[in-house]
């Protein structure tokens, strides 16, 4: 290990080289790990903001109501001996349903 003191990033403002150099070792480690906790926490952020720009980006049937989100699909329930078309989504731990239209016998 070098005794020379570590060069500083660069692009790191020059405030916060001032803080860094004043700090005490105990505070340069809680920071280090902060830092780390502040940079993974932002990255998922990203993350979740780009995935959800790209769901928004799904187009939407012409015929999904308002109220049923994209990711809904189409099930078959048969009531009577009749047998209609509903909407089908997971929402937490239930699954929601929303009436279409009655299955036609002749597709």
Known sequence: MSYDP???????????VNTLNESTPEQLRDIAT??????????????????????????????????????ATITIKEIDGNRYYYWQWRDGEKIRSKYKSPVNPDE
Do not use: G
Request: proline share 14%; aromatic share 2%; charged share 45%.
């Open 34 to 71: 902060y830092a780390e906790a502040l940079a993974e926490h932002k990255e998922r952020e990203a993350r979740l903001e780009k995935s959800a720009d790209q769901e928004e980006v799904e187009e939407r049937p012409d015929d999904l109501p308002d109220d049923v989100p994209t990711k």
């Open 6 to 16: 570590p060069t500083p990033p660069a692009k790191l403002p020059t405030e916060i």
